[in-house]
């Protein structure tokens, strides 16, 4: 079972990086750092499966298109809003039940 407090990266950390992860747009210490916690934790690992679902979903529906800037860093940080909210989330829905 997993344990979120046995993680050397704390998962909201993991979970603020995720877009920076799927875009390629971390270094490589980063990328490895995230890929070894979500290899080790459950919870974080669907939830990055659910954002790189939603990802592809608006890369087939947009194709091209590239958001205006101001509209993408107001999605960053509304983004980073509602992954700092997450921990609370995911720890209450783990264990499944």
């Given at each position: 079972m997993d344990s979120a407090a046995s993680h050397q990266t704390p998962c909201r950390d993991v979970l603020a990086d995720v877009y920076l992860y799927l875009d390629l747009e971390c270094g490589d210490e980063r990328r490895a750092q995230i890929r070894r916690h979500l290899d080790e934790c459950t919870?974080?690992?669907r939830e990055y499966g659910i954002e790189r679902e939603v990802k592809e979903l608006v890369?087939?529906?947009c194709g091209d298109e590239r958001a205006p800037d101001g509209l993408r860093e107001r999605l960053r940080q509304r983004l980073a809003e509602l992954v700092a909210e997450q921990p609370e989330r995911l720890r209450d829905a783990w264990p499944p039940r």
């Open positions: 919870p974080c690992l890369g087939r529906c």
